[in-house]
């Protein structure tokens, strides 16, 4: 990543903060052009996300600072999203999603991201804290669909 972000945020490990962010994510994941299925799976991986720093990361504190970094990327097509926060740092070869047997409600959220995003990586920041950066490249039926190009409204 050679380039600034384009488009950085900083929030609080603040709960009442994820709908805003789904809703944004969302909102941006369609002007790239992603289909509903696609932004829907997108936005629940961004939340999942940002619900394990908090409550992992933060120990469900509100007053944790995490920074989302955003890159839209051309060829492919798609979104880069890294999430940094100073929280609990863990090895990240030790996450891994929940055996899918064990039915029980939570847990699942490492599971979600890998299964619906092309790639996930999770990394210690060096000085504490963890680092999980996101990518969701376009199908190839969604680059060829009409109806989900950008509209008029989006920039490029």
């Known amino acids: 990543m050679d380039r600034e972000p384009c ?16 809703a944004f994510v969302d909102g941006l994941s369609k002007c790239v052009g992603f289909s509903e299925k696609s932004r829907g799976l997108l936005s629940l ?11 992992h990361g933060y120990g469900e504190r509100s007053d ?3 920074w989302l970094n955003i890159w ?20 990240p070869a030790l ?5 899918l047997a064990d039915v029980r ?8 991201i890998k299964e619906t995003m ?8 060096p000085g504490g804290g963890m680092r999980l950066t996101l990518v969701k490249l376009l199908a190839p039926h969604e680059r060829a669909n009409p109806s989900t ?3 008029e409204n989006c920039a490029k």
Do not use: C, M, Y
């Open 7 to 22: 488009i950085s945020i900083r929030l609080f490990s603040d709960p009442k903060l994820l709908a805003p962010i789904r």
């Open 45 to 55: 991986a961004v939340d999942e996300a940002l619900a394990n720093v908090i409550r």
């Open 64 to 66: 944790g600072l995490i």
């Open 72 to 91: 839209r990327l051309q060829e492919p097509a798609g979104l880069r999203i890294v999430l940094e926060d100073l929280g609990r740092s863990v090895d």
């Open 95 to 99: 996450i891994k999603g929940r055996d």
């Open 105 to 112: 409600p939570g847990g699942l959220g490492v599971h979600i």
């Open 118 to 125: 092309t790639e996930s990586t999770w990394e210690s920041r």
């Open 149 to 151: 190009t950008q509209s």
